[in-house]
């Protein structure tokens, strides 16, 4: 009998981030979603609760399958950088949810909402680019999602100071608005710069493929 049979399939580290991706995707409308909607209830909470919950599954998946495989699609470092910083999205916007619940914003910020979106499209693009792993040939595509990721980080970082510089204005007399508002707004860039992490490590492992 061949042993080439006993050897698991490359493909199965792709499906495993390519459900990662997913999660994050799910993770990030489920967000938008609440902040349109401003309903952030334990319902809505216990949502995202159960998307974090799917995420870390999948990403001890794909930690179990690196401790025992001994063929990878590439290197073993990218691949547990991919699936950890995959796994922070879903994380961040958890906590980023969580926070808005504990703090009981009463009202919701206009400023938020478009956050929100810009934090989507970041994920979209990441989602894009982590599936374009499977076929190296795509490489052209999968950059073009990398740059598009690097710009909205880019974007937020502008929208957070911006935002910072509004609120300042706005609640400068209830320093505890400001404090909240600041760590949900610092938050929020956080996930920017973590999708922006991800098409990093994108870019890295097509840069060795090359």
């Known amino acids: ?15 495993y981030f390519d459900k990662q991706a997913d999660y ?24 995202m609760k ?22 990878t699609p590439f290197d073993r470092e990218d691949i547990h950088d991919l699936a950890k910083r995959l796994d922070d999205i879903v994380d961040i916007l958890y906590t980023l949810t969580k926070r808005l619940r504990v703090y009981k914003i009463l009202s919701m910020e206009r400023n938020l909402t478009e956050f929100a979106r810009v934090i989507e499209m970041s994920v979209k693009g990441v989602s894009q ?14 950059l073009k999602a990398c740059i598009e990721v690097n710009n909205l980080e880019n ?6 100071d911006d935002m910072l510089s509004e609120l300042f204005e ?41």
């Open 24 to 47: 994050a995707v799910q993770a990030a409308a489920q967000f938008v979603k609440m902040v349109a909607d401003f309903k952030v209830d334990e319902a809505e909470v216990g949502i």
């Open 170 to 210: 706005k609640h400068g007399k209830d320093p505890i608005a400001v404090i909240k508002w600041k760590d949900i707004y610092q938050d929020a860039e956080t996930v920017l710069d973590v999708c922006e992490d991800v098409v990093h490590v994108v870019e890295s492992i097509l840069v060795k493929h090359a």
């Open 1 to 15: 009998m061949p042993f080439g049979f006993l050897l698991p399939k490359e493909t199965s580290f792709y499906d």
């Open 155 to 160: 974007l937020g970082d502008r929208m957070r």
């Open 50 to 71: 159960e998307i974090e919950h799917g995420g870390d599954e999948v990403t001890h998946q794909i930690m179990d399958q690196l401790n025992n495989t001994f063929i």
């Open 129 to 142: 680019a982590v599936k374009g792993l499977r076929d190296m040939k795509n490489s052209k595509n999968v």
